[in-house]
Protein backbone atom coordinates (compact mmCIF):
# COMPACT_ATOMS: atom_id res chain seq x y z
CA UNK A 1 0.00 0.00 0.00
CA UNK A 2 1.39 3.32 -0.91
CA UNK A 3 -0.11 6.01 0.11
CA UNK A 4 0.02 10.25 -1.11
CA UNK A 5 2.11 12.46 1.14
CA UNK A 6 -0.80 14.03 3.04
CA UNK A 7 0.18 17.50 2.46
CA UNK A 8 -1.80 19.50 5.15
CA UNK A 9 -1.28 17.14 8.08
CA UNK A 10 2.75 17.47 7.34
CA UNK A 11 2.92 21.24 7.21
CA UNK A 12 0.96 21.88 10.14
CA UNK A 13 2.82 19.07 12.15
CA UNK A 14 6.49 20.51 10.93
CA UNK A 15 5.41 24.39 11.40
CA UNK A 16 2.81 24.90 14.19
CA UNK A 17 4.37 24.78 16.98
CA UNK A 18 7.21 27.14 15.06
CA UNK A 19 5.79 29.91 14.21
CA UNK A 20 4.75 33.20 16.01
CA UNK A 21 1.27 33.39 15.08
CA UNK A 22 -1.06 30.18 14.17
CA UNK A 23 -3.68 30.37 12.64
CA UNK A 24 -4.00 27.27 10.59
CA UNK A 25 -6.35 25.01 13.49
CA UNK A 26 -9.97 24.34 13.04
CA UNK A 27 -10.21 24.23 16.36
CA UNK A 28 -11.57 26.49 19.11
CA UNK A 29 -9.23 27.47 21.56
CA UNK A 30 -8.74 24.23 23.70
CA UNK A 31 -9.94 23.69 27.55
CA UNK A 32 -7.28 22.94 30.30
CA UNK A 33 -7.89 19.53 32.05
CA UNK A 34 -8.55 22.00 35.82
CA UNK A 35 -11.25 23.69 33.31
CA UNK A 36 -12.85 20.41 32.31
CA UNK A 37 -12.76 18.81 35.50
CA UNK A 38 -14.20 21.52 37.12
CA UNK A 39 -13.39 20.57 40.48
CA UNK A 40 -10.62 19.51 43.05
CA UNK A 41 -12.02 16.62 44.38
CA UNK A 42 -12.89 15.12 40.92
CA UNK A 43 -9.48 15.51 39.94
CA UNK A 44 -7.53 14.20 42.29
CA UNK A 45 -9.44 10.88 41.92
CA UNK A 46 -8.19 11.00 38.40
CA UNK A 47 -5.01 11.36 39.45
CA UNK A 48 -5.09 8.22 41.89
CA UNK A 49 -6.51 5.54 39.19
CA UNK A 50 -3.96 2.83 38.36
CA UNK A 51 -3.25 3.30 34.24
CA UNK A 52 -4.97 -0.11 33.32
CA UNK A 53 -6.57 -0.81 29.75
CA UNK A 54 -9.62 0.24 29.50
CA UNK A 55 -12.36 -1.37 27.37
CA UNK A 56 -11.29 -1.22 24.00
CA UNK A 57 -14.52 -0.33 22.62
CA UNK A 58 -14.75 2.19 24.67
CA UNK A 59 -16.70 2.30 28.47
CA UNK A 60 -20.91 1.82 28.02
CA UNK A 61 -21.11 4.78 29.47
CA UNK A 62 -18.81 6.98 27.18
CA UNK A 63 -21.04 4.68 24.29
CA UNK A 64 -24.03 6.15 25.91
CA UNK A 65 -23.21 9.82 26.01
CA UNK A 66 -21.94 8.96 22.71
CA UNK A 67 -24.99 7.52 21.82
CA UNK A 68 -27.05 10.34 22.76
CA UNK A 69 -25.59 13.39 19.93
CA UNK A 70 -27.50 10.69 17.39
CA UNK A 71 -31.16 10.41 17.81
CA UNK A 72 -31.97 6.65 18.11
CA UNK A 73 -28.19 5.99 18.63
CA UNK A 74 -27.57 3.33 21.58
CA UNK A 75 -24.00 2.49 23.29
CA UNK A 76 -24.32 -1.10 20.92
CA UNK A 77 -24.33 1.82 17.51
CA UNK A 78 -20.79 3.38 19.14
CA UNK A 79 -17.26 2.26 18.52
CA UNK A 80 -14.81 4.80 20.76
CA UNK A 81 -11.67 5.23 18.48
CA UNK A 82 -7.94 7.50 18.77
CA UNK A 83 -9.38 10.33 17.67
CA UNK A 84 -11.63 10.76 14.25
CA UNK A 85 -8.87 9.99 12.13
CA UNK A 86 -8.52 6.34 13.64
CA UNK A 87 -12.18 6.23 12.98
CA UNK A 88 -12.11 7.49 9.44
CA UNK A 89 -9.16 5.05 8.56
CA UNK A 90 -10.91 1.82 10.01
CA UNK A 91 -14.39 2.86 8.05
CA UNK A 92 -12.54 3.22 4.58
CA UNK A 93 -9.65 0.58 5.81
CA UNK A 94 -12.90 -2.12 6.15
CA UNK A 95 -15.06 -0.98 2.89
CA UNK A 96 -12.28 -0.39 0.34
CA UNK A 97 -11.58 -3.01 -2.04
CA UNK A 98 -9.35 -2.38 -5.39
CA UNK A 99 -11.15 -1.16 -8.16
CA UNK A 100 -13.65 0.02 -5.80
CA UNK A 101 -15.00 4.00 -6.40
CA UNK A 102 -15.15 6.32 -3.18
CA UNK A 103 -17.69 9.94 -3.66
CA UNK A 104 -15.59 12.19 -2.02
CA UNK A 105 -16.65 15.54 -1.29
CA UNK A 106 -14.34 18.10 -2.16
CA UNK A 107 -13.14 20.78 -1.22
CA UNK A 108 -12.46 18.77 2.16
CA UNK A 109 -10.16 17.01 4.61
CA UNK A 110 -8.16 14.73 2.42
CA UNK A 111 -7.26 11.57 4.84
CA UNK A 112 -9.94 9.69 3.38
CA UNK A 113 -9.12 10.41 -0.14
CA UNK A 114 -5.18 9.25 0.43
CA UNK A 115 -6.50 6.15 2.23
CA UNK A 116 -8.62 5.05 -0.76
CA UNK A 117 -6.29 5.89 -2.85
CA UNK A 118 -4.02 3.98 -1.12
CA UNK A 119 -6.12 0.62 -1.06
CA UNK A 120 -6.56 0.53 -4.25
CA UNK A 121 -9.96 2.27 -4.95
CA UNK A 122 -10.53 5.02 -7.63
CA UNK A 123 -11.41 8.53 -5.92
CA UNK A 124 -14.03 10.54 -7.86
CA UNK A 125 -14.64 14.31 -6.42
CA UNK A 126 -17.87 15.65 -5.55
CA UNK A 127 -17.26 19.41 -5.49
CA UNK A 128 -18.95 21.88 -3.37
CA UNK A 129 -19.70 25.23 -5.37
CA UNK A 130 -18.71 28.46 -4.31
CA UNK A 131 -21.37 29.96 -6.22
CA UNK A 132 -23.82 27.75 -4.68
CA UNK A 133 -22.56 28.59 -1.14
CA UNK A 134 -20.68 26.07 -0.84
CA UNK A 135 -23.49 23.26 -1.67
CA UNK A 136 -22.77 20.40 -4.00
CA UNK A 137 -23.99 20.30 -7.54
CA UNK A 138 -26.34 17.63 -7.35
CA UNK A 139 -26.58 16.65 -10.98
CA UNK A 140 -22.73 15.85 -11.04
CA UNK A 141 -23.68 13.96 -8.26
CA UNK A 142 -25.81 11.53 -10.24
CA UNK A 143 -23.31 10.76 -12.61
CA UNK A 144 -20.44 9.81 -10.12
CA UNK A 145 -22.18 6.95 -8.31
CA UNK A 146 -22.07 4.10 -10.16
CA UNK A 147 -22.56 0.20 -9.08
CA UNK A 148 -18.40 0.30 -8.23
CA UNK A 149 -18.95 3.12 -6.03
CA UNK A 150 -18.72 1.39 -2.46
CA UNK A 151 -19.08 4.28 -0.06
CA UNK A 152 -20.21 8.39 -0.46
CA UNK A 153 -17.68 10.15 2.25
CA UNK A 154 -18.83 13.78 3.03
CA UNK A 155 -17.58 15.89 5.67
CA UNK A 156 -20.50 17.96 7.27
CA UNK A 157 -20.14 20.73 8.57
CA UNK A 158 -17.27 21.26 6.25
CA UNK A 159 -13.86 21.59 6.64
CA UNK A 160 -12.64 23.79 5.15
CA UNK A 161 -16.03 25.84 3.80
CA UNK A 162 -17.89 25.97 7.45
CA UNK A 163 -20.51 24.71 5.21
CA UNK A 164 -23.85 23.04 6.36
CA UNK A 165 -25.85 20.83 3.77
CA UNK A 166 -29.24 21.75 3.02
CA UNK A 167 -32.12 19.03 3.40
CA UNK A 168 -32.19 18.45 -0.07
CA UNK A 169 -28.26 17.77 -0.40
CA UNK A 170 -28.62 15.32 2.36
CA UNK A 171 -31.64 13.70 0.82
CA UNK A 172 -30.22 13.35 -2.96
CA UNK A 173 -26.68 11.85 -0.90
CA UNK A 174 -29.18 9.34 0.67
CA UNK A 175 -31.11 8.59 -2.23
CA UNK A 176 -28.01 7.86 -4.79
CA UNK A 177 -25.94 5.56 -2.30
CA UNK A 178 -29.12 3.46 -1.71
CA UNK A 179 -29.81 3.29 -5.55
CA UNK A 180 -26.67 1.40 -5.79
CA UNK A 181 -26.33 -0.17 -2.16
CA UNK A 182 -23.16 2.09 -1.23
CA UNK A 183 -22.68 3.04 2.33
CA UNK A 184 -22.46 6.90 3.32
CA UNK A 185 -19.43 7.87 5.42
CA UNK A 186 -19.91 10.73 6.92
CA UNK A 187 -17.47 12.97 9.03
CA UNK A 188 -19.36 15.25 11.64
CA UNK A 189 -16.34 16.09 13.47
CA UNK A 190 -17.46 19.84 13.88
CA UNK A 191 -20.84 19.34 14.75
CA UNK A 192 -21.98 21.28 17.64
CA UNK A 193 -20.56 24.81 16.98
CA UNK A 194 -23.00 26.29 14.91
CA UNK A 195 -23.99 29.67 13.65
CA UNK A 196 -27.53 30.42 13.97
CA UNK A 197 -29.50 30.44 10.48
CA UNK A 198 -31.96 33.08 11.28
CA UNK A 199 -29.14 35.59 11.24
CA UNK A 200 -26.01 37.19 10.26
CA UNK A 201 -23.53 35.90 9.07
CA UNK A 202 -26.07 33.47 6.23
CA UNK A 203 -27.53 36.44 4.92
CA UNK A 204 -24.25 38.15 4.30
CA UNK A 205 -23.35 39.56 0.76
CA UNK A 206 -20.15 37.59 -0.77
CA UNK A 207 -17.18 39.43 0.08
CA UNK A 208 -18.56 41.81 2.96
CA UNK A 209 -19.87 39.49 5.54
CA UNK A 210 -21.87 40.85 8.16
CA UNK A 211 -20.65 39.80 12.17
CA UNK A 212 -23.28 37.39 13.68
CA UNK A 213 -25.14 39.11 16.94
CA UNK A 214 -24.53 38.07 20.04
CA UNK A 215 -27.59 35.70 20.03
CA UNK A 216 -26.71 34.71 16.42
CA UNK A 217 -25.35 30.69 17.87
CA UNK A 218 -28.25 27.77 18.51
CA UNK A 219 -27.86 25.15 21.09
CA UNK A 220 -28.89 22.44 18.81
CA UNK A 221 -26.58 20.89 16.38
CA UNK A 222 -26.36 19.92 12.27
CA UNK A 223 -28.45 17.29 11.81
CA UNK A 224 -26.74 14.06 11.39
CA UNK A 225 -26.94 11.56 8.57
CA UNK A 226 -27.30 9.36 10.88
CA UNK A 227 -30.75 7.82 10.96
CA UNK A 228 -31.31 8.90 7.20
CA UNK A 229 -30.12 5.48 5.94
CA UNK A 230 -29.58 1.73 6.74
CA UNK A 231 -25.97 2.36 5.61
CA UNK A 232 -24.71 5.39 7.18
CA UNK A 233 -21.51 5.42 9.68
CA UNK A 234 -21.08 9.03 11.07
CA UNK A 235 -17.24 9.81 12.63
CA UNK A 236 -16.67 12.35 15.13
CA UNK A 237 -14.36 13.57 18.22
CA UNK A 238 -13.93 15.99 20.51
CA UNK A 239 -10.93 17.66 18.83
CA UNK A 240 -13.10 20.14 16.99
CA UNK A 241 -15.90 21.01 18.64
CA UNK A 242 -15.23 20.28 21.76
CA UNK A 243 -11.86 22.02 22.56
CA UNK A 244 -10.26 18.95 23.13
CA UNK A 245 -7.61 17.93 20.73
CA UNK A 246 -5.07 16.56 23.26
CA UNK A 247 -7.27 13.96 24.43
CA UNK A 248 -7.51 12.18 21.23
CA UNK A 249 -10.55 10.47 21.15
CA UNK A 250 -12.96 9.92 18.30
CA UNK A 251 -15.84 7.36 17.45
CA UNK A 252 -18.14 5.52 15.02
CA UNK A 253 -21.75 5.23 15.00
CA UNK A 254 -23.38 2.73 12.37
CA UNK A 255 -25.50 -0.40 12.45
CA UNK A 256 -24.15 -2.68 15.32
CA UNK A 257 -22.83 -5.30 13.54
CA UNK A 258 -20.92 -2.89 11.24
CA UNK A 259 -19.42 -1.76 14.41
CA UNK A 260 -18.41 -5.19 15.76
CA UNK A 261 -16.73 -6.06 12.51
CA UNK A 262 -15.30 -2.03 12.24
CA UNK A 263 -14.00 -3.23 16.31
CA UNK A 264 -11.93 -6.05 15.01
CA UNK A 265 -9.96 -4.02 12.68
CA UNK A 266 -9.52 -1.54 16.06
CA UNK A 267 -7.67 -4.53 17.29
CA UNK A 268 -4.90 -4.09 14.96
CA UNK A 269 -4.47 -0.38 15.29
CA UNK A 270 -4.33 1.56 18.48
CA UNK A 271 -6.45 -1.07 20.39
CA UNK A 272 -8.07 1.42 22.14
CA UNK A 273 -8.18 4.33 23.87
CA UNK A 274 -6.20 5.33 26.96
CA UNK A 275 -7.20 5.64 30.39
CA UNK A 276 -7.64 9.16 31.18
CA UNK A 277 -8.39 10.32 27.83
CA UNK A 278 -11.54 7.56 28.66
CA UNK A 279 -12.25 9.12 32.07
CA UNK A 280 -12.07 12.89 30.43
CA UNK A 281 -14.01 12.39 27.47
CA UNK A 282 -16.56 10.58 29.95
CA UNK A 283 -16.12 13.94 32.08
CA UNK A 284 -16.92 16.02 28.68
CA UNK A 285 -19.98 14.51 26.85
CA UNK A 286 -21.88 14.10 30.38
CA UNK A 287 -24.87 16.38 28.76
CA UNK A 288 -24.60 19.00 31.52
CA UNK A 289 -20.76 19.67 30.78
CA UNK A 290 -21.20 18.60 27.08
CA UNK A 291 -23.80 21.95 26.79
CA UNK A 292 -21.11 23.58 29.12
CA UNK A 293 -18.30 23.27 26.95
CA UNK A 294 -20.57 24.27 23.29
CA UNK A 295 -22.08 27.08 25.12
CA UNK A 296 -18.41 28.00 26.06
CA UNK A 297 -16.93 27.70 22.54
CA UNK A 298 -19.78 29.33 20.58
CA UNK A 299 -19.40 32.65 22.31
CA UNK A 300 -15.87 32.07 21.73
CA UNK A 301 -16.86 31.68 17.70
CA UNK A 302 -19.23 35.21 18.29
CA UNK A 303 -16.25 37.15 19.83
CA UNK A 304 -13.64 36.06 16.80
CA UNK A 305 -15.84 36.02 13.61
CA UNK A 306 -16.63 39.66 13.14
CA UNK A 307 -12.73 40.45 12.77
CA UNK A 308 -12.57 37.93 10.03
CA UNK A 309 -15.35 39.66 8.83
CA UNK A 310 -13.82 43.07 9.25
CA UNK A 311 -10.34 42.00 7.11
CA UNK A 312 -12.88 40.66 4.71
CA UNK A 313 -13.96 43.62 4.20
CA UNK A 314 -10.98 46.08 4.03
CA UNK A 315 -9.91 44.05 1.25
CA UNK A 316 -12.37 46.25 -1.05
CA UNK A 317 -13.23 43.09 -2.90
CA UNK A 318 -9.59 41.89 -3.33
CA UNK A 319 -10.74 38.40 -1.05
CA UNK A 320 -14.16 36.69 -1.27
CA UNK A 321 -15.95 34.85 1.22
CA UNK A 322 -19.03 32.61 1.89
CA UNK A 323 -19.83 32.90 5.98
CA UNK A 324 -19.65 29.55 7.64
CA UNK A 325 -22.34 28.02 9.34
CA UNK A 326 -20.74 25.99 11.23
CA UNK A 327 -16.86 25.62 12.71
CA UNK A 328 -14.00 27.99 13.58
CA UNK A 329 -12.60 28.15 9.87
CA UNK A 330 -13.18 30.61 7.07
CA UNK A 331 -12.55 29.26 3.56
CA UNK A 332 -11.16 32.90 1.91
CA UNK A 333 -10.99 33.23 -1.77
CA UNK A 334 -8.00 35.02 -3.09
CA UNK A 335 -8.69 35.44 -6.57
CA UNK A 336 -5.46 35.52 -8.82
CA UNK A 337 -2.97 34.44 -5.82
CA UNK A 338 -1.16 31.34 -5.83
CA UNK A 339 -1.88 30.85 -2.24
CA UNK A 340 0.50 27.78 -1.59
CA UNK A 341 3.57 30.47 -2.57
CA UNK A 342 1.54 33.13 -0.15
CA UNK A 343 1.25 30.81 2.50
CA UNK A 344 5.00 29.74 2.71
CA UNK A 345 6.13 33.87 2.22
CA UNK A 346 3.95 34.30 5.36
CA UNK A 347 5.64 31.69 7.58
CA UNK A 348 9.30 32.64 6.58
CA UNK A 349 8.41 36.61 6.63
CA UNK A 350 6.02 37.27 8.59
CA UNK A 351 5.88 33.98 11.69
CA UNK A 352 2.56 33.43 10.44
CA UNK A 353 0.91 30.14 9.76
CA UNK A 354 -2.63 29.09 7.56
CA UNK A 355 -3.49 26.48 4.98
CA UNK A 356 -3.36 27.15 1.30
CA UNK A 357 -6.37 26.14 -0.80
CA UNK A 358 -3.55 24.16 -2.87
CA UNK A 359 -3.80 21.39 0.31
CA UNK A 360 -7.46 20.95 -0.40
CA UNK A 361 -7.04 20.52 -4.14
CA UNK A 362 -8.31 23.76 -4.77
CA UNK A 363 -5.98 27.38 -5.73
CA UNK A 364 -6.30 30.70 -4.64
CA UNK A 365 -8.17 30.16 -1.38
CA UNK A 366 -6.83 30.19 2.16
CA UNK A 367 -8.23 28.57 5.36
CA UNK A 368 -8.03 30.75 8.10
CA UNK A 369 -8.73 29.54 11.90
CA UNK A 370 -10.83 31.92 13.97
CA UNK A 371 -11.51 29.57 17.23
CA UNK A 372 -8.12 30.95 19.06
CA UNK A 373 -7.14 33.89 21.09
CA UNK A 374 -8.47 37.40 19.13
CA UNK A 375 -5.60 39.45 19.87
CA UNK A 376 -3.14 36.87 18.46
CA UNK A 377 -5.92 36.45 14.98
CA UNK A 378 -5.44 40.11 14.50
CA UNK A 379 -2.17 40.58 14.64
CA UNK A 380 -2.39 37.20 11.92
CA UNK A 381 -4.57 38.60 9.74
CA UNK A 382 -2.97 42.88 10.05
CA UNK A 383 0.34 40.96 8.71
CA UNK A 384 -1.35 38.75 5.94
CA UNK A 385 -2.43 42.22 4.98
CA UNK A 386 1.18 43.77 5.06
CA UNK A 387 2.56 40.91 2.78
CA UNK A 388 -0.52 41.53 0.23
CA UNK A 389 0.38 45.14 0.13
CA UNK A 390 4.11 44.34 -0.44
CA UNK A 391 3.45 41.84 -3.12
CA UNK A 392 1.43 44.29 -4.58
CA UNK A 393 3.82 46.71 -5.42
Known amino acids: M ?22 SESGVHPLTTEELVGDAETLRGLLALPQI ?7 AELRSHIALLYPGARAENVLVTTG ?13 EPGDEVVFMQPNYMQIAGIAEGFGARVKPLWLREELQWQPDLDALEKLVTPKTRFLAVCNPNNPTGAVLSEKAMQAICRAAAKVGAWILADEVYRGVEFDPGETPFGAVQGKPVPPSDSAMVASMTPSFWGRYERVLCTGGLSKAYSLPGL ?17 YHDYTTIGPTLLGEKLATLALAPARRDWILARNRRILRANYPIVCDWVARSNGRLTHVPPMAGAIAYVGCPGVNTAELAETLRTRKGVLIVPGEQFAMKSYVRVGFGGEPELLRRALARVDELLSEEKK
Open 2 to 23: RVPMFEMERWQSIWENRVELNI
Open 53 to 59: YPPTQGS
Open 84 to 96: TAEANYLVTWALV
Open 248 to 264: RTGWIVGPPAMVDKLWA
